[in-house]
């Protein structure tokens, strides 16, 4: 079966994360044929995966150039602006009404976009933003739109739509990772040549400016929630990473019949049981260094861990997408005069070897979409404390400890708990291994594609 495969711009040029997720879902389904379209990829010059036999990595598509007479370029620049007129008037609109405006506006962008180019180009859609918003009845009501929010706002839809363009090849069915860019290639795609859609969706998408105005914000958030719903209109199927992904997706209005949990796999060969513990008791947590994973809260957490396990220590082990926030958590160590004990290990040159280094590993995050982190350590037999955030608590059920987030007092007292009581460490170690291995391996996902692949192409 040929399966187009569109990722926003991860596979096969950045690690970690959905790359990750996507290198193993390809390497395993030898009897597919992968075409791989990567977003953005024409930016990069080095894969950091090497794709295997059954997948092909595919340019962006056919760029052919718009119409070039006065007559043609007039004519597409009025259906252009009629779409723009029904994309911000469907953001802005509540209801099945708005819902059946977007989807027009993107069926007519996705025409023009197979002419070459900015489907939105020429025209004036600030105006035709603010227009919108003026007449827009929404509830909860809008914040007021500036001038130059609405340049700002148009300028990131604008962007936002390009995808339109791409042109995948010919294939049994498009399978869209994340309800983003890739998703509008599969919609397009879709609509000009019949090809089913999988959507795939293991995190809420990111807002495209965080530190914009709440106007610009409120655009965004309208259409990223519009372009779900459509996804989830349009889609044969949806594979979602977890329940608490399942709920979201279904108070969004996605079918329920359409959506089904399939969570991500790990390779267990990676992640053989350890066996012996480190000699002096120890705290480890492993992830990437930002603002979301708290490790203030960790910190404050591990000052009362040594007030009641006086030799203990507390490794974080990872790297750092946040260089600001590193300096805060060694201001914060500094300040509660934890010294030697909390050490910045940096990324370890396997998660196996960084989960050895304790008898208890931590997380204290308070986004957490899929813990891959918490799968691995219970892979490994490590118990595991961690706050209840996302799909953490799904992950882990009773064979770990689970706890509010925020709670300094809370997760320290857990760890403590841990550190005293062996037999307990050893018990929930090998369950957790045990609900992993039953759960969250990697062949046990690939075979669900697999599946799925047959039903929607079906």
């Given at each position: 079966m040929r399966v187009t495969l569109i990722t926003d711009d991860s596979y096969p040029?950045?690690?970690?994360?959905?790359?990750?997720?996507?290198?193993?879902?390809?390497?395993g389904l030898d009897r597919h044929t992968f075409h791989v379209v990567a977003l953005g990829s024409h930016e990069r010059r080095e894969a950091a995966y090497t794709l295997p036999?059954?997948?092909?990595?595919?340019?962006?598509?056919?760029?052919?150039?718009?119409?070039?007479?006065?007559?043609?370029?007039?004519?597409?620049?009025?259906?252009?602006?009629?779409a723009a007129v029904l994309l911000c008037r469907g953001l802005l609109t509540d209801g099945e009404q708005g819902a059946a405006m977007f989807a027009e506006s993107l069926r007519l962008l996705a025409d023009l976009a197979a002419a070459g180019g900015a489907p939105l180009r020429g025209v004036p859609l600030p105006d035709v933003l603010l227009d919108a918003w003026q007449a827009a009845r929404c509830e909860p009501a809008l914040p007021r739109l500036s001038v130059r929010d609405a340049r700002r706002a148009a300028d990131h839809l604008d962007r936002a739509l390009r995808p339109l363009a791409v042109r995948p090849p010919a294939a049994d069915l498009c399978h869209a990772v994340a309800a983003g860019p890739a998703l509008l290639v599969a919609l397009a795609t879709r609509w000009r040549a019949g090809t089913p859609l999988l959507l795939t969706e293991d995190r809420p998408p990111a807002l495209d400016a965080a530190d914009g105005t709440p106007a610009v914000k409120a655009v965004?958030?309208?259409?990223?929630?519009a372009l779900r719903r459509l996804g989830y209109a349009e889609a044969a199927l949806v594979a979602s990473a977890s329940r608490f992904h399942q709920r979201w997706e279904l108070r969004d209005g996605a079918d329920p019949a359409k959506v089904v949990v399939v969570p991500g796999g790990v390779e267990p060969v990676r992640y053989a049981p350890l066996e012996t513990e480190p000699p002096a008791p120890a705290v480890v947590w492993v992830g990437q260094i930002a603002p979301h994973k708290d490790l203030h809260t960790l910190i404050r957490a591990f000052h009362r861990v040594r007030e009641a396990v006086p030799h203990a220590g507390l490794t974080l082990a990872g790297p750092t997408t946040d260089i600001g926030y590193l300096d805060t958590c060694r201001r914060l160590v500094e300040r509660l005069r934890l010294g030697d004990s909390v050490t910045f290990a940096g990324p370890a040159p396997s998660s196996?070897?960084?989960?050895?280094?304790?008898?208890?590993?931590?997380?204290?995050?308070?986004?957490?979409?899929?813990?891959?982190a918490l799968?691995?350590?219970?892979?490994?037999?490590?118990?595991?404390?961690?706050?209840?955030?996302?799909?953490?608590?799904?992950?882990?059920?009773?064979?770990?400890?689970?706890?509010?987030?925020?709670?300094?007092?809370?997760?320290?007292?857990?760890?403590?708990?841990?550190?005293?009581?062996?037999?307990?460490?050893?018990?929930?170690?090998?369950?957790?291994?045990?609900?992993?291995?039953?759960?969250?391996?990697?062949?046990?996902?690939?075979?669900?594609?697999?599946?799925?692949?047959?039903?929607?192409?079906?």
């Open positions: 040029y950045v690690k970690g994360g959905p790359g990750d997720w996507c290198h193993r879902l390809v390497h036999p059954n997948a092909l990595l595919h340019p962006l598509g056919d760029r052919r150039p718009a119409p070039a007479g006065r007559l043609a370029r007039h004519g597409r620049r009025r259906a252009a602006t009629t965004l958030l309208r259409y990223h929630r196996r070897e960084a989960y050895a280094a304790g008898h208890v590993v931590a997380s204290s995050s308070i986004a957490e979409h899929t813990p891959d799968v691995e350590a219970m892979l490994c037999a490590r118990p595991t404390v961690s706050t209840d955030v996302g799909a953490v608590a799904e992950a882990v059920g009773d064979a770990g400890v689970v706890v509010p987030p925020g709670d300094p007092v809370a997760l320290g007292a857990a760890c403590v708990e841990l550190l005293h009581d062996p037999e307990r460490r050893r018990r929930l170690g090998a369950a957790g291994r045990a609900r992993a291995l039953r759960l969250f391996t990697v062949d046990g996902m690939r075979r669900a594609y697999d599946h799925l692949y047959r039903d929607v192409a079906a």
